[in-house]
């Protein structure tokens, strides 16, 4: 934990890494990769909600993942 502490790491960015890489496995389409990226960010820091807010509107606007960024949306609402 010292080390930690003195090299300045904190687990949000690695919750902002893993949101982006739900965002673009959501963008190619591969769903079951998204949703488990989603829970690994969700998971690494529980602020990362508004994050995962963010990338399921964006995907909610393209038509063929317009399911997936709802549910993604509502998940992290909830």
């Known amino acids: 934990m010292q080390e930690a502490g ?3 790491f904190h687990p ?14 959501g963008l190619r389409g591969r769903t079951s990769r ?5 829970f690994l960010s969700l998971g690494a820091k529980e602020d990362q909600a508004w994050n995962i807010v ?16 709802r549910r993604l949306a509502v998940l992290a609402i909830a």
């Not at 949000?12 to 496995?25: M, P, R, Y």
């Not at 963010?54 to 997936?68: D, H, M, S």
Request: hydrophobic fraction near 60%; charged fraction near 10%; aromatic fraction near 6%.
């Open 54 to 69: 963010v990338i399921g509107l964006a995907l909610a606007t393209l038509p063929a993942t317009r399911q997936v960024g």
């Open 34 to 38: 998204c949703w488990c990226l989603v």
């Open 12 to 25: 949000e960015t690695i919750g902002v890494g893993l949101a982006l890489l739900a965002g673009w496995a």
């Open 6 to 8: 003195r090299a300045g």
